[in-house]
């Protein structure tokens, strides 16, 4: 090999693997053409797919192993199984053999896994789970969403900034406006630590893009492109907004099917009730990425299908061809030199 993989592939990871893995590079090969990826797993189960997938064989090396983490894994068992196929993935990147990694496998083994394996930027003192989320003024990007549940202002302060280039390379923002999740929007509201965060962005290069303090409504509004929280009220805020969307789905099913009128003005509706269902497809925001680490770590929710996959590999692909952790590093060049040392030493409330 004179050249790294472009990414490396969890194979075996997901709930439907690898025969969704394997469809899904289908589409990716068809969208990354130039693209090689290393493909992890069973060599057995995959070398049938990849006969029926041709332009997935095209474009894939297989790396054989036997060895799956379980979903319901715990993170400190998984980091004992060396010749998993979640964990032969990340070594591939820890050693620069590929330049990113994508995987539907378990969550809390990934984090644990890309935590130690491939370890954090100079400068980063901890990763964060990022991703892409819909609103009323269109996709916006949310950090951190389970990585860290306590975080103290630095920790903030680096999310908002990870968030920007998140931000820029995926959603093609010239100038993403950056807000920082709060109890209010007043200057005076919040603990220590995030009063200190936004001082120091206040007081930063994105000081022009930083909004201030938003609350949750604003994350439906679009208030801002970039939402910082802690990984706790992130995640929270996550599963609150699936489970909102899941509500509202349940309900116009249940208003559609009322009646034999419902059921007509549901022809008439049919249009703008399918736009709606593609705009907010879970597939399409699939792929939420830990950001902070020395190589591009991806993570694919375990339910989806091809479609959601390739999705996830998109999202990869765009945080390699784009320089995304070169352009962390410069920004966290930048954000030093303006940084409290307050900032630095504050602890979590």
Sequence with gaps: MT??????????GGDAAPDIVV??????AERHPAARFLLVGDEARLTPLLARHKRAASVCTVQHTADVIAGDLKPTAALRMRNSSMRLAIDAVASERAFGVVSAGNTGALLALAKIVIKTLP????PAMAAISPSARGDIVMLDLGANVACDARNLVEFAIMGDVFARTVLGLTTPSIGLLNVGSEE??????IRLAAETLR???VARQFHGFVEGHDIAAGTVDVIVT???TGNVALKTGEGALKLIGGMLRQVFSASIAAKLAYL????????LREWLDPRRYNGAVLVGLKGVVVKSHGGT????????VDVAMDMVVHRFNERIREGLTRIGNTTPAAAVAAEPT
């Design 3 to 12: 050249e790294p993989f472009t990414l490396a592939i969890d194979a075996m």
């Design 23 to 28: 469809a899904g590079m289908e589409l990716a």
């Design 123 to 126: 400068g980063i003192d901890r």
């Design 188 to 193: 005076l509201k919040g603990d220590d630590r």
């Design 203 to 205: 007081n930063s290069h």
């Design 230 to 232: 802690d990984g706790f």
């Design 268 to 275: 008439l509706a049919r249009p703008g009730l399918e736009r």
């Design 305 to 312: 299908d091809a479609i959601g996959f390739a999705h996830a």
